[in-house]
C-alpha cells in the first residue's frame, strides 16, 4: 500500500493563494446585483476544493474561507431581498457548518493566531460555535490554550471579543483562568493600543472573566507606555482611549493618576486633529467613566471635551443621554459651574427648542 504523501510548503502555498483571489471576487460580488449566486459560487467552490483529494487543506486555509465568509456575508445581508434572507442564512449555515466539521480533526495543528480568528469570525456573525458543531467551543479554546505562549495581543484580543459578544465560558472558566495567568506574568510590551483596549472593554463586558487588580494594572502599565510612544502608529486613538476608561469604570478600577491625566489629555489633542475626531458617545464615555472614577484629570481637558462633545453633536440625542447618566451617578459635581451651565444650556435648547 502506497503511503499518502505529506503536502509541501508549495502546495500549501499555492491552495492559500487560490484562496484569496476566490475571496477577493467573492467580496466583489456581493456588493453586486446578485449577492446570493455570488455566496452560492463561493460555497460551491470551497466545498469542491476541499473535498479534491489532492488538496492541501489545512487549518490556515480553513481560516480563511471562514473569515471570508463573514465578511462577505455582513456585507451582502443588506442586499438580499427579504425572500432570499431565510434559504441565504440557511446555506451560510450548513457551509460553516461543514468548513467546522472539515477543522475538527486538524484542530491540533492551527495555531493561537487561526483560532483566534475563527472565534472572532464566528462573533461577528454572532454564531457560537456550539450551535453549528457540538464541543467546537471547548474544542478552540483548548487549542488556543496549548498555545498561549506564542499569542500575540491580536490573538487575545480576538479570542476575548468573541466571547464577550457570544457570552461565552469555554471549558468550564478555564480558558479565562489561563488568559488571567498569562496576561500577568507576560511581557506586554507586542500588544498595541486596540489590543489592549479591546481586551479590557471585553473583560468588563464578561463576567465571567474576572480579571484581578494584577491583570488590570499589566494593561494599564502598557496602555501608559502606549501613550509615551515617540512613534506616531503606536499612540492610542480617541475610540482606544474611550474603551479604556469605560472598561475601568466598569471594573471599578482607578487607573494611576498620571494614566488617567495622560489619557484624557491625549483625548483632547486627538479631538483638535483633522479627521480624526472621536463621536460624541465616545467622548460622553470618557467623561462620564472620569466622573465616576473621580479621576483627578485637568479642569481644562473636561471642558475641552464637553466643548468638542457640543459641536460634534447636533442631535439631540446624545446630551439628554450624558445628562441623565450624569445625574444618576452623581458625575454633575465633577464640572466647574462654567461647564456645568454650558452643558444644561445646551441640553435645554437641544429638547426644549425655541418655536
Request: aromatic share 6%.
Amino acid at each position: 500500500m502506497q503511503k499518502q504523501r505529506r503536502p509541501g510548503w508549495n502546495e500549501i502555498r499555492q491552495t492559500g493563494e487560490y484562496i484569496k483571489v476566490q475571496r477577493d471576487q467573492l467580496l466583489l460580488s456581493v456588493r453586486g446585483s446578485q449577492p446570493d449566486l455570488a455566496l452560492q459560487r463561493f460555497y460551491g467552490g470551497m466545498s469542491s476544493l476541499c473535498s479534491r483529494p489532492d488538496a492541501s487543506i489545512g487549518p490556515s486555509h480553513l481560516n480563511a474561507i471562514i473569515g471570508a465568509s463573514a465578511k462577505a456575508w455582513t456585507t451582502a445581508w443588506g442586499r438580499l431581498a427579504q425572500h432570499e434572507q431565510q434559504q441565504a442564512l440557511h446555506r451560510m449555515l450548513a457551509f460553516l457548518t461543514e468548513m467546522l466539521l472539515r477543522l475538527q480533526p486538524l484542530m491540533p495543528e492551527a495555531e493561537e493566531r487561526q483560532v483566534a480568528n475563527i472565534m472572532w469570525s464566528l462573533a461577528k456573525l454572532e454564531l457560537k460555535p456550539d450551535v453549528l458543531v457540538p464541543g467546537m467551543t471547548d474544542s478552540l479554546a483548548q487549542q488556543f490554550i496549548a498555545n498561549m505562549d506564542v499569542a500575540t495581543g491580536q490573538g487575545f484580543s480576538n479570542v476575548l471579543v468573541a466571547c464577550a459578544k457570544l457570552q461565552l465560558n469555554p471549558c468550564q472558566g478555564e480558558l479565562f483562568k489561563a488568559i488571567r495567568a498569562r496576561l500577568t506574568a507576560a511581557n506586554l510590551s507586542s500588544f498595541n493600543a486596540q489590543a489592549v483596549a479591546n481586551i479590557l472593554h471585553s473583560l468588563a463586558t464578561l463576567p465571567a472573566a474576572a480579571p484581578p487588580d494584577q491583570v488590570l494594572d499589566a494593561l494599564c502599565k502598557r496602555f501608559g507606555a502606549l501613550l509615551k510612544s515617540r512613534q506616531a502608529a503606536e499612540l492610542p486613538n480617541a475610540q482606544n482611549i474611550a474603551n479604556t476608561i469605560w472598561a475601568l469604570s466598569e471594573l471599578k478600577f482607578a487607573p494611576a493618576d498620571e494614566l488617567a491625566i495622560s489619557m484624557v489629555g491625549r483625548m483632547v489633542t486627538v479631538c483638535r486633529l483633522p479627521g480624526q475626531q472621536p463621536d460624541p458617545q465616545a467622548i460622553s464615555n470618557a467623561l462620564l467613566a472620569c466622573a465616576e472614577l473621580s479621576v483627578p484629570v485637568e479642569q481644562a481637558d473636561i471642558d475641552s471635551l464637553v466643548s468638542f462633545f457640543i459641536h460634534i453633536e447636533q442631535a439631540s440625542k446624545c446630551p439628554p443621554t450624558l445628562w441623565k447618566h450624569s445625574m444618576e451617578s452623581g458625575c454633575l459635581r465633577q464640572f466647574a459651574p462654567g461647564t456645568f451651565c454650558f452643558v444644561a444650556g445646551y441640553i435645554a435648547c437641544s429638547v426644549f427648542p425655541s418655536g
